[in-house]
Each structure stands twice: as C-alpha cells, then as structure tokens.
C-alpha cells in the first residue's frame, strides 16, 4: 500500500531534479558560447563541465566523434546531442536555446547598430575597408585549399578564371555559382 504523500513527495523530487539538469544544460552552454566563437574551441570547456557531471567520458567522445560526423554547426551538434542525452527533449531545448542565444544576440546588436549608423559617412568607409578584407580572406583560404595539394590543377584554375570572367561580365552571382557548379560536374567525373 502506498501512501499518497511519499509519492508526491518523490514526484516533486524528480521533475526539480530534471529542472536542475535543464538549467544546468542551458547554463554550459550559454556560458560556452559567451566564451568562445567556434566549435572545435569549445570543446574543451564542454568537457571540463559535462563530464563527470552529466555525463561520462567515452559518452562525451561520442557525443564529439558524432557532431562531428555530421554536416552543420559543431557546437549546435553538441549541444542536441549532450542535451538528448542528459535530459530527453527538454535537455535538447534547454541546450540549444543556451547555445543560439549568444550568437542571435550579438548579431542582434551588430544589426541594431548598423541600422542607426547607416546614414553616417564613415560607415560607408568602414564597410568599404572591410570588403577587400573579406576578398583576402576568401583568396588566402582558397589558395591554402589548392596549394596543400601537391600541384593546383588545371581544372580548379579553369573554373575559376571562367568564373571571374563571368563575373567581370556582370553575369548574376547565383548563375556563376550554378554555372562553375555544373562544369565542376562535367570535369571532375
């Protein structure tokens, strides 16, 4: 025979404790996100709050071995999966919602305050200085991508001098993209 005050007693327990472990999920992750702006650097905090505490080590390697295998944003990987595996559904939520939050409010500000200093001239040179920036990073990135193989080859070379062709032309961006794409088909078969 049970008594009904016991059981309420150890239902209350349990849905604070779940409480905890959501809370305690949200709180990693907002905090990792806080600190750090990419995947692969926050793993080292993750694994200095989750294991032990919500989880073990090798589940911790395959929660990272796993986010990993899978195309997408690494920390939102983890972030499901540790919050799947400690805490169902909820734990999911709990997580993601501490690991979207920093960036969307970042991007928030960013957006707010480019939105008030639109009209003003040195926003227009600053956003002017940053354009060949970006240009070089995107040149160095590609260049370190061919250049680690052992000789750049001819048929990367073509598609990129016909691509820059095309855009110097003034042809649409998405048809130079759809276009490099499909002679990426027809020459690497």
């Known amino acids: 025979m049970k008594t009904p005050g016991v059981d309420v007693e150890l239902r209350s327990d349990v849905s604070s404790s779940r409480l905890g472990i959501w809370l305690e999920l949200f709180w990693i992750f907002l905090k ?3 600190l750090t702006s990419s995947g692969p650097a ?3 905090l993750l694994y200095k709050d989750v294991v032990g505490n919500i989880m073990t080590e090798s589940q911790f390697v395959e929660a990272v071995g796993f986010s990993n295998f899978l195309p997408g944003s690494e ?6 999966f ?4 400690a805490g169902g ?3 999911t939520a709990a997580a993601l919602f501490g690991a979207i939050l920093p960036p969307t409010v970042s991007m928030f500000i960013v957006l707010l305050l480019l939105q008030n200093f639109q009209d ?3 926003m227009n040179g600053f956003i002017r200085g940053t354009v060949p920036a970006i240009a070089m990073l995107i040149t160095v990135a590609a260049w370190k991508l061919f250049h680690g193989s052992k000789s750049i080859r001819k048929r ?3 598609i990129g001098a016909l691509s820059l062709i095309a855009f110097v032309l003034g042809a649409p961006t998405p048809l130079v993209l759809l276009g490099s794409g499909l002679l990426g088909i027809i020459l690497f078969r």
């Open 89 to 91: 559904l909820p734990g």
């Open 120 to 122: 003003q001239p040195w």
């Open 75 to 80: 920390a939102l990987k983890l972030a499901m």
């Open 156 to 158: 990367p070379l073509l």
């Open 32 to 34: 990792t996100n806080l």
């Open 82 to 85: 540790i919050g799947f595996s």
């Open 42 to 44: 926050s793993v080292g």
